[in-house]
């Protein structure tokens, strides 16, 4: 095989990669009337990838408030609004619909999430792009993220370093949950 030809995984990625569509997404700021579609958005992505290791008895402890995320109660919608809040939320929306919500404040990226159906398309990475100039606009000089360990390849490819090894923390009730610290160093 030639140095430079390219594998057949290789060739099927670029294939349908020129096939898909490009999607119109959009970043905006979060609204509180997001909230109950970001809540359900976060309840099932942080249950399927990053609390799978949970026992059913288990991951409603973790997902704290999310496990009423499909609720109507007002009591339910508030508290899972006031978790959401944060200084900076961001929400990348297609058809009208938000695919994605990145959370965070100052040097801080506290959480990610992107619906299972919009994973590998780019949006992650527009949020946390987002997300990096806004805080070099700031001042910061670097971010900080606690990674699941879902999550920590695609920091890696971001540019972002392991601080330390793995750690066990904790998830509002709930513990058990494994994560890497891990930091970029922001360049103006």
Do not use: C
């Not at 995984?9 to 997001?34: G, L």
């Not at 809540?39 to 990053?50: Q, W």
């Not at 949006?123 to 946390?128: E, M, S, T, Y």
Request: aromatic fraction near 8%; charge should be positive.
């Amino acid at each position: 095989m030639e140095k430079y030809a390219l594998s057949l995984n290789e060739r099927a990625r670029k294939a349908r990669k020129k096939r898909m569509p490009k999607r119109a997404v959009t970043i905006r700021r979060y609204r509180e009337s997001d909230a109950p579609s970001v809540g359900r958005l976060i309840a099932d992505t942080y249950s399927k990838f990053n609390l799978d290791f949970a026992t059913p008895e288990e991951l409603p402890k973790l997902l704290g408030p999310f496990r009423h995320a499909r609720s109507t109660e007002k009591s339910h919608q508030e508290a899972i609004a006031q978790v959401i809040r944060s200084a900076v939320v961001l929400v990348a929306v297609e058809d009208g619909e938000i695919v994605g919500v990145l959370r965070g404040r100052q040097e801080r990226l506290a959480s990610l999430f992107v619906r299972q159906d919009h994973h590998r398309h780019g949006i992650g990475r527009r949020l946390v792009e987002h997300f990096e100039r806004a805080r070099i606009r700031h001042g910061e000089r670097k971010i900080v993220v606690a990674a699941t360990l879902y999550a920590v390849p695609f920091y890696l490819k971001m540019g972002y370093k392991r601080t330390t090894g793995v750690r066990n923390g904790w998830s509002f009730e709930g513990t058990g949950l494994k994560y890497q610290p891990m930091k970029k160093a922001l360049r103006s």
